[in-house]
């Protein structure tokens, strides 16, 4: 039975953790995930949304509360960019409040 949904709050991840949690083909069906409160930074979170490094494409929910992405990390993710991301995964939230 495949994982639909992983919270590993406050548990020290990193933007490498995220690459291999990203990578991990066993985590392909995975809809919802919660990462709050780990220092992932921006090059986490790209690795968990890029469908060039993510085989996250299910991936629905989205939550990373405090995982130390400031504003100008945020915005070198554009528009245009969230909304080609949109077009090869199924995301529909993503939570980066308190960052």
């Known amino acids: 039975m495949p994982i639909l949904s992983l ?8 933007p490498s953790e995220c690459h291999i949690i990203s990578s991990y083909g066993e985590l392909q069906h995975l809809r919802d995930l919660d990462l709050s409160f780990n220092p992932i930074r921006i090059d986490g979170l790209v690795s968990l949304i890029d469908p060039q490094y993510s085989c996250l494409r299910k991936l629905k929910r989205l939550s990373l509360v405090d995982c130390s992405i400031n504003a100008k990390q945020a915005s ?9 991301l949109r077009a090869q995964v199924a995301l ?3 939570n980066v409040s308190h960052n």
């Open 76 to 84: 070198l993710i554009s528009v245009s960019k969230l909304e080609e």
């Open 92 to 94: 529909n939230y993503l």
């Open 7 to 14: 919270r590993l709050n406050l548990t020290g991840l990193g």
